[in-house]
């Protein structure tokens, strides 16, 4: 039986190994170490934004479905999808602040899911922009 590569783009990327415990191979794909990487962690409502745009996204070039597809296709409830896809109903704004949050370096996360949940639920962006003011001003202080 013969291969033929079939014509079209090649794609070409970097392949690096790092070892891990117990002296077994990681395969990471892309350039090598950052010089610099940043410190800290990216705090989860961020990494939760940024989903939730890539869902939608989703859904709207019909790639997939429907977000019961999705939650299908994650192996995860469609109510923790639709508490995901919520997110989009924030204020563009505020998404963008979430999405700039910056990294967590030790501790719990300033701003949390549960924080934000109270504001998807309201409807008007004036409000939602007050009750985030609130959030954003407590973020500051510090956490018992």
Sequence with gaps: MRITRPA????????HF?????GSKHLHLGPGKAAHPTP???????KLMALA?????LVRSGQVRDYAEIARL????RARVTQIADFTLLAP??????????P????????????LRPIMRVPDWRKQRRLWGDVSRDRHRPRC
């Design 93 to 102: 704004d505020i998404q963008e602040a979430l999405l700039d949050l910056p």
């Design 18 to 22: 790092k070892t891990r415990n117990r």
């Design 8 to 15: 079209g783009p090649t794609v070409q990327f970097d392949v």
């Design 40 to 46: 800290g962690r990216i705090p989860r409502v961020t």
């Design 53 to 57: 745009i890539r869902l939608n996204d």
């Design 74 to 77: 994650g192996h995860v409830s």
């Design 104 to 115: 967590v370096l030790r501790g719990r996360d300033p701003v949390t899911e549960r924080d």
